[in-house]
């Protein structure tokens, strides 16, 4: 396959751009990418042109959005896809074999060159189906959100909206020990969480009357927000149980209508925690990292804790990634996880 990548150059409009691959270097190796997933919440905000990224310069140190004329990401867009798995192809490292599988973020891209270092600290597991490492990225979202939550044993724990981290989180939920409600208007996403964990599938609209029914008033003990959507944080907040948690892990765009922080939110001290996978929750930074995170998605997958292959539900060859991204964009029914095959 020749050398090349994936480019955003405007809002929808997608191309191709060839690769140059430089000559490896002292402790590098080259990667050709196996398997590359689409995630069909960040990535689709760059696609629409609706990432915050995309319209303002983050300033790093201040760690504040700034209202300039130089947007953080300006077209063309080359940092598309953060979920890969590949095979080295070249080595110039000993413990590196040709062969041998890796999986981590290089974006939409045939090819990838990298330093041994980090190579060493993404092996697979031997003998893992590939297609189980575009999974640590969204996995570790997934699994940083169940610890923001602080679930314990028994706990009753709500997520609203079963894309893919929704369908993760349930999981993980439900193997820390609770009794997990997954909640989502499409019948098909309810029934898929089921499957795989949920003690039950719920249609969000009404939920908090009905959980707070089902728990004799209380509601539930946390409630996860993973769609991004303002009405599901509204109903998750609304069916928190007194001084409960709340997670939003959803990419919210824009302003949100219809949170009435006055209320629920208010009366009840619910809190609000963003989830987000930049840092780890402080109190356990001593001990937890992204890259254990990473290697955790892939390690509760190889050891059948998570079982993450049901959510692909479609693939395609990497130069058809323009129709499936519109096929994502479009929200066709039946879509959760995307994949782009790079198999000859």
């Not at 751009?17 to 270097?25: A, I, S, V």
């Not at 080259?30 to 069909?40: H, P, V």
Request: with cysteine; hydrophobic share 45%.
């Amino acid at each position: 396959m020749t050398p090349s990548a994936l480019i955003l150059k405007a809002p929808r409009a997608l191309a191709f751009e060839p690769l140059d691959l430089p000559q490896l270097g002292r402790g590098e190796v080259l990667i050709r990418t196996l398997y590359s997933g689409i995630s069909a919440g960040t990535e689709l905000s760059q696609y629409r042109g609706t990432n915050p990224f995309m319209h303002r310069r983050f300033d790093e140190a201040l760690r504040l959005f700034m209202a300039d004329q130089n947007p953080s990401w300006p077209y063309p867009v080359r940092h598309l896809g953060y979920e890969e798995v590949g095979e080295i192809v070249e080595t110039s490292v000993a413990d590196l074999p040709v062969g041998a599988r890796v999986y981590g973020t290089w974006n939409h891209r045939t090819h990838f060159v990298a330093p041994a270092d980090y190579a060493r600290e993404r092996l697979m597991p031997k003998g893992a189906d590939p297609r189980i490492g575009i999974f640590s990225h969204i996995g570790a979202v997934a699994l940083n959100g169940v610890h923001d939550a602080n679930i314990r044993i028994g706990d009753l724990v709500a997520v609203f909206g079963l894309g893919v981290p929704g369908q993760i989180v349930v999981q993980a939920a439900a193997q820390s020990g609770a009794q997990v409600i997954a909640l989502d208007p499409d019948p098909l996403r309810r029934e898929t969480a089921v499957k795989l964990g949920a003690w039950m599938g719920m249609e969000p609209e009404g939920a908090a009357e009905r959980i707070k029914e089902m728990t004799g008033g209380k509601g539930a003990d946390s409630c996860i927000e993973v769609s991004g959507a303002a009405p599901a944080l509204a109903e998750a907040i609304r069916a928190a149980a007194y001084a409960s948690r709340v997670v939003a892990m959803g990419f919210f765009q824009g302003e949100l209508s219809g949170v009435r922080l006055g209320e629920e939110f208010h009366h009840n001290r619910i809190q609000l925690i963003c989830s987000q996978i930049s840092g780890v929750a402080p109190e356990a930074s001593h001990r937890w990292s992204k890259p254990r995170l990473w290697r955790t998605a892939i390690e509760l997958q190889h050891r059948g804790v998570l079982d993450l292959m049901p959510l692909i539900t479609h693939e395609a060859k990497f130069e058809d990634a323009p129709a499936m991204f519109e096929r994502l964009d479009k929200g066709e029914a039946g879509m959760l996880q995307a994949v782009l095959s790079f198999q000859s």
